[in-house]
């Protein structure tokens, strides 16, 4: 029995320093738009160029809040700001989507469009002058579609998995 054991315990090595061996030759893979790793992260937006005919459209939900008064990474009391300016902003929340759409035109060139729709409001303390530690309270609020951005995307270089391309476009003010 022991030596059956210390018979097969060679064959175990050799199986057991063989497997890293295996591990470290991938298949070779063709690359394609559709792989789940050809889209860039979700912050990214227009990261790739789309194949003549296809469509994408983008959803992400925007927030964005503040407050306190500060400068650098000190912090300021309201009085401090009220020293140096007429108006100290307490807190400001934004919070909104963005939709993106992409179109590829040809297989190198896809245009792209991206609007986004915020709420806005800021809370903002004023001195009374004459009247120290005294102040006057009030919010203003705004709410809109901001400036819609048109993009193209140009493919200058697609060679195995490496990928150049040329991106520009225009911002279309449009409101709040």
């Not at 063989?18 to 990214?44: G, Y």
């Amino acid at each position: 029995m022991v030596r059956k054991i210390v018979g097969s315990l060679p064959l175990v090595v050799l199986l057991a320093l063989s497997q890293p061996l295996a591990a470290q030759t991938d298949p070779p893979h063709e690359w394609a738009p559709d792989r789940a790793d050809a889209e860039a992260p979700a912050s990214i937006t227009q990261g790739r160029i789309l194949p003549k005919g296809a469509v994408q459209l983008g959803v992400r939900f925007l927030y964005s809040g503040m407050s306190g008064q500060g400068f650098g990474t000190d912090s300021l009391t309201v009085d401090q700001v009220l020293n140096l300016f007429d108006v100290a902003n307490s807190e400001m929340v934004t919070q909104g989507f963005a939709v993106d759409f992409l179109l590829g035109m040809t297989d190198r060139f896809t245009l792209t469009a991206t609007g986004v729709f915020a709420q806005k409001s800021m809370d903002h303390l004023s001195g009374l002058e004459g009247q120290p530690n005294a102040f006057l309270f009030y919010e203003t609020e705004a709410s809109g579609i901001q400036d819609v951005t048109v993009s193209a995307l140009y493919n200058i270089l697609s060679s195995g998995d490496l990928r150049f391309h040329l991106h520009g476009g225009v911002s279309i003010p449009v409101g709040a």
